[in-house]
């Protein structure tokens, strides 16, 4: 799986969107971009998913640009419950081994109020 | 609809003892993962069970086992338990039988071992 970059930590003031970069210069054709959240001492959080195509959940966005080599997860109103470790993965699509995610640092996003 | 449960949330143990942790996956989930993380650390992953076997493993001792049970449950089992493995084991699941699309991977809330 290629390897993804990310800040290691970002502010964001509370109902302000958030904008969380992420670089995957590596990636290849076949590999999806996910995006998961871990809140202190709780387990990771799925929140979004796309391979080439902007897509749009009732938590976040996921802008992916054309080249494919860096993604951007936008917390349209940041609130103080956002506050968290984001994981920006990428990984192949496999049909029966593709549970495997290999976790980054991430980025502390921390919502100020 | 539950989630992927596990139990126990936590528990402390002794140098060379052994522990068994527990999860059930997901409904409609086949396939479960295991994960380690360390205070200030990502998840690592340790292996994954698919059609009761292991399909996949990480950069893990074998002291580390598993098992995947008919209804897709899962245990992991550390023996010789060392310092070192106090961390949150994060139990995953996800659908084996999807598409070729990228399938969703759900986590617990995880399992903190301490050995003291």
């Known amino acids: 799986d290629a390897k993804t970059t990310q800040p290691p930590s970002m502010d964001c003031a509370e109902g302000r969107a958030a904008n969380l970069p992420c670089n995957h210069s590596?990636?290849?054709?076949?590999?999806?971009v996910y995006w998961y959240r871990q809140i202190h001492s709780q387990g990771p959080q799925y929140i979004i998913h796309g391979l080439k195509n902007n897509e749009t959940n009732e938590m976040a966005s996921l802008i992916i640009t054309e080249d494919r080599k860096s993604s951007t997860l936008i917390l349209p109103h940041a609130t103080l419950r956002d506050t968290a470790v984001y994981y920006c993965i990428v990984r192949v699509g496999v049909k029966t081994s593709g549970s495997r995610l290999t976790f980054g640092e991430g980025t502390q996003l921390t919502v100020n109020p | 609809d539950a989630g992927v449960t596990q139990s126990p949330t936590h528990l402390i143990k002794t140098r060379g003892q052994q522990v068994t942790l527990r999860c059930s996956p997901k409904?409609?989930?086949?396939?479960v993962s295991w994960y380690q993380q360390a205070l200030g650390q990502g998840p690592q992953f340790i292996f994954q069970?698919?059609?009761?076997?292991?399909?996949q493993r990480g950069n893990f001792p074998d002291r580390f086992s598993g098992h995947q049970f008919p209804n897709y449950s899962s245990e992991l089992n550390v023996n010789a338990l060392l310092l070192g493995d106090s961390a949150l084991y994060l139990c995953a699941s996800s659908s084996g039988t999807g598409s070729l699309t990228g399938n969703t991977i759900y986590f617990g809330e995880g399992s903190w071992l301490t050995v003291v």
């Open positions: 409904s409609g989930h086949d396939t």
């Open positions: 069970y698919y059609e009761e076997e292991e399909r």
């Open positions: 590596t990636i290849s054709g076949n590999e999806y």
